[in-house]
């Protein structure tokens, strides 16, 4: 098992920064591909980004190229989401995930943190 929870969230105005991390309990970080997802209210949850287990690689949905940056520390046993230029839209949980594929779908993930909520006010 892995258990993962989830930090940084928080308000934040409209073209503000946040950056979020990850920290896994229970087994090395280094075995898992990690990815977030956030959900907002009404809607589906939905993929943000993704990073392979090494961290070589990452994996963005085309809308949110550039403004969203995934990261791993695993040494530290924690992945990170650098959120920059936040429109109100934003607004949702965000969750990290754990899986065998740094995918896109949830399927590709099999541990879940709890989800962190973001705000972004106009």
């Known amino acids: 098992q892995v258990q993962l929870v989830e930090s940084g969230g928080g308000l934040v105005q409209a073209g503000g920064s946040l950056r979020f991390s990850c920290t896994a309990s229970?087994?090395?970080?280094?075995?898992?591909?990690m990815g977030w997802f956030r959900q907002a209210p009404g809607k589906e949850r939905e993929f943000v980004a993704a990073?392979?287990?090494?961290?070589?690689?990452?994996r963005y949905p085309d809308s949110r190229k550039g403004r969203f940056t995934i990261s791993r520390d695993n040494a530290k046993n924690t992945v990170y989401l650098q959120m920059n230029s936040l429109k109100p839209e934003d607004t949702a949980v965000y969750y990290c995930?754990?899986?065998?594929?740094?995918?896109?779908?949830?399927?590709?993930?099999?541990?879940w943190g709890q989800g962190t909520q973001v705000t972004v006010s106009s």
């Open positions: 990073i392979s287990r090494s961290g070589f690689s990452t």
């Open positions: 995930a754990a899986g065998p594929r740094y995918g896109t779908s949830r399927s590709d993930y099999d541990y």
């Open positions: 229970g087994r090395t970080l280094s075995n898992y591909a």
